[in-house]
């Protein structure tokens, strides 16, 4: 990781016509805040996180966040909550992905990769885009120290309030990025599944180590 790698995303998604025309659909369901359309693309067995119990039922409980299902101090920030799961949802099945070897599709395609054990994952980022400026400042106005694509880099602290987070490339070389272009590697991913009957299903979508 010390000599800095790039990996550019995948287009496995086209390999399957049908992969392709379910996720559109799944996230013209998304964008729509559709709820009964999201659960019915749903496999039996969803997996939602890693201490619950997955399944339809609790896909509908997140999407629709009843407020009384939350403590009493995270109650008045419900709806931002519920649109936060929706948007992570969107974002997710948006971003580029990869088929594993047993056929499943995941997104995006930067969980596949390995990190080495001197990385924390909890501090680790991917930067999304091509030719992202990194900057000397936390501003547009910073001057442009480089063009980074597709790299992983290291947050010791990110800051959800800012627009620029101050990274560490896996040279050394510091600079601030568009908080926009950063995934965690500890964030969101969704994996497509195809049933028995050779239809698609949304099977995973968790985050956490």
Not at 13 to 35: C, G, N, P, Q, Y
Request: glycine share 6%; proline share 6%.
């Amino acid at each position: 990781m010390a000599d800095r790698q790039s990996f550019p995303p995948p287009n496995q998604a086209a390999i399957s016509a049908r992969l392709e025309a379910f996720r559109a659909d799944l996230l013209d369901k998304v964008t729509a805040r559709d709820t009964d359309a999201v659960v019915a693309t749903a496999c039996p067995d969803i997996y939602l996180s890693h201490g619950g119990n997955g399944g339809p039922d609790e896909l509908r409980a997140n999407l629709d966040l009843d407020p009384e299902s939350l403590t009493e101090d995270l109650r008045p920030q419900a709806e931002m909550l519920r649109e936060s799961y929706w948007q992570s949802l969107q974002d997710t099945l948006a971003q580029p992905g990869y088929f594993d070897e047993d056929g499943e599709f995941w997104m995006p395609h930067q969980w596949r990769l390995s990190l080495p054990a001197s990385l924390d994952p909890f501090e680790t980022y991917f930067v999304t885009g091509e030719n992202v400026t990194l900057r000397q400042a936390p501003s547009r106005a910073g001057i442009v120290l480089g063009l980074i694509s597709y790299e992983v880099v290291i947050i010791k602290k990110y800051l959800d309030d800012k627009a620029y987070q101050l990274v560490r490339l896996t040279d050394g070389t510091q600079g601030y990025i568009n908080s926009d272009y950063l995934w965690s590697m500890v964030g969101y991913r969704a994996a497509l599944v195809k049933s028995e009957t050779g239809e698609w299903q949304l099977c995973t979508f968790v985050t956490g180590d």
